[in-house]
């Protein structure tokens, strides 16, 4: 039973009576059921799995992190896209020419009891911009290239020079990615690699909340908080144990008999069933900036005729996957208006399941019966396989045979960077809320790891760059509504339904936070 597993998990040096006073008691320590857990401990690292976002959330700090807010209804926290606050930074200042921003760090240790200085941010950084892969494009998202646009003043002053007037910068400095390195531990264990990538792999070398006190892959995580930590108020919780269940019948039991405090990624179903049971606490938040969709391969034939791609957008059986898949737990984006209602993102395509004019498109193109492959992530298998049963038994009638390629969870993004896939379900989640921000990473000529469509177009390219340095409200506006249009013309990707991240919690457990990256941030919680 889950609960001798838990008083095994406790070292035995704290079994001693002696001991137990200094022991966290099962009050503060939460115990979170997953059904994976991270595979690396740096998520800026090429291939990390989702829930390394978790371990650089709560075992570093940043510069600045997004104003909290409440969710409706009193259930937890969400955040503010334009607004900020300071972590690691005490304060700081926008030059009058708006080019640069100065920051003062507050008084701070890492873990290791080194004091955190400028140097270390400036490393960090460094490191953010030039190690490659998603963490280098993030930066890039908000016009933070370079090494030579961090510069250390003094041990606790830190300037980012601008390199143009981009309303992403300071946000994207609040996402997970710039997170603030221990440098002078990272350099003296990197064996010759400038950015330490395999000691960072398996070592936290951070100042953040929480320490990493065993990390099991596959099995659990043991996260203990850091007494030290200045960037926020001390956590209630003393230790966090995230354990890795595979089954979502055995997380969902552990939850109702009150053996397990909380738990994410369960199916839609469980979800569903629990919200309407009363007994825990179910919280669900549309992910902003975020959509499950069937991307198209707009770079290899077939799928470069723009009519397959239509055709294939009339034939997706919307609502069936909404219900059979989804169970309801979502923002339904089909079916809207032939141009874009207003600047809002995600919002409705103009198409809906209609199979005659599915038929008309493929006549009209001339295209035979054919097959390919649709790719969907074994991690996300609860909704992605249903999902994409659906969309083969529907695109059968139009002569198209789909085989299914399940992906193991740790190889999907790395499937993705291929660009080689006809076909991918995937679940898209943008960490600032801007409609240009979404179209930067899914539809622009820079070919990021998430235009999972290999979409180039020149002229979506130049409408995304203007929006997202347009010198007023009515050009931005301009440049927004050209690249919609766009999109629902061209048809990259079929857009399913904005999701929702559900989390289940006993009622016992307080102080809920949701993040962009769509991970547990165990500083905010605690059990009553």
């Not at 939850?255 to 405090?261: N, P």
């Not at 397959?308 to 309801?328: D, N, S, T």
């Not at 992906?407 to 991918?424: Q, S």
Request: aromatic share 10%; proline share 8%; glycine share 8%.
């Amino acid at each position: 039973m889950l609960r001798r597993t838990f008083l095994a998990s406790v070292p035995a040096t704290l079994a001693a009576p002696a001991a137990w006073a200094q022991a966290p008691s099962r009050a503060e320590t939460l115990l979170l059921v997953q059904e994976y857990g991270p595979n690396s401990l740096d998520m800026q690292g090429i291939g990390s799995s989702q829930p390394v976002n978790g371990v650089a959330l709560n075992c570093y700090d940043r510069l600045l992190r997004f104003k909290r807010i409440p969710l409706p209804g009193g259930v937890g926290e969400t955040y503010q896209i334009d607004a900020l606050e300071p972590e690691l930074a005490e304060s700081w200042q926008i030059a009058s020419d708006g080019m640069s921003c100065t920051f003062k760090l507050r008084e701070a240790t890492f873990h290791g009891g080194r004091p955190v200085t400028a140097a270390d941010v400036k490393w960090s950084l460094d490191r953010a911009v030039s190690i490659g892969g998603f963490a280098t494009t993030q930066m890039a998202a908000g016009s933070l290239t370079k090494p030579e646009q961090f510069v250390a003043l003094d041990d606790r002053t830190f300037r980012i020079d601008f390199a143009r007037r981009d309303k992403l910068t300071l946000p994207d400095m609040a996402v997970t990615i710039p997170f603030i390195f221990d440098s002078e531990t990272a350099k003296a264990n990197a064996g010759g690699d400038p950015w330490a990538k395999e000691y960072l792999k398996n070592n936290v070398a951070g100042g953040g909340a929480w320490r990493v006190e065993s990390w099991k892959p596959g099995t659990e995580t043991i996260y203990t908080r850091f007494d030290q930590w200045k960037s926020g108020p001390l956590p209630k919780l003393r230790r966090v144990i995230a354990r890795d269940i595979p089954s979502p019948s055995t997380r969902r039991a552990l939850l109702e008999r009150g053996d397990a405090d909380i738990s994410y990624g369960l199916p839609p179903k469980d979800f569903k069933d629990l919200a309407e049971a009363g007994k825990l606490q179910v919280v669900g938040v549309p992910v902003p900036n975020a959509i499950w969709y069937v991307a198209l391969n707009t770079a290899l034939p077939p799928f470069n005729d723009v009519r397959l791609r239509q055709a294939v957008a009339w034939a997706i059986p919307y609502e069936k996957i909404m219900q059979a898949a989804l169970f309801g737990r979502g923002v339904p984006m089909w079916g809207g208006p032939a141009v874009p209602a207003g600047l809002s993102w995600p919002q409705p395509f103009p198409y809906s399941t209609d199979m005659e004019k599915a038929r008309a498109l493929m006549k009209d193109a001339g295209i035979a019966p054919f097959t390919t492959t649709l790719l969907f992530d074994a991690g996300s298998a609860t909704i992605a396989e249903p999902m994409s049963v659906l969309v083969k038994e529907a695109l059968a009638p139009l002569g198209i045979t789909v085989e299914l390629s399940k992906i193991p969870g740790a190889n999907f993004r790395g499937e993705l960077n291929k660009k080689t896939a006809p076909m991918v379900i995937n679940r898209f989640g943008g960490w600032l809320d801007w409609p240009d921000y979404f179209f930067f990473w899914n539809y622009h000529g820079n070919n990021s790891i998430f235009n999972v469509s290999s979409y180039q177009n020149k002229k979506m390219d130049a409408l995304i760059d203007g929006a997202r340095f347009a010198p007023d409200r009515e050009a931005y506006a301009k440049a927004v509504r050209g690249f919609m249009e766009m999109a629902f013309r061209e048809l990259p990707a079929i857009p399913i339904c904005q999701p929702l991240h559900d989390v289940a919690m006993q009622k016992t457990v307080t102080g809920y936070q949701f993040w962009p990256c769509r991970e547990p941030d165990f500083r905010q919680l605690a059990k009553v």
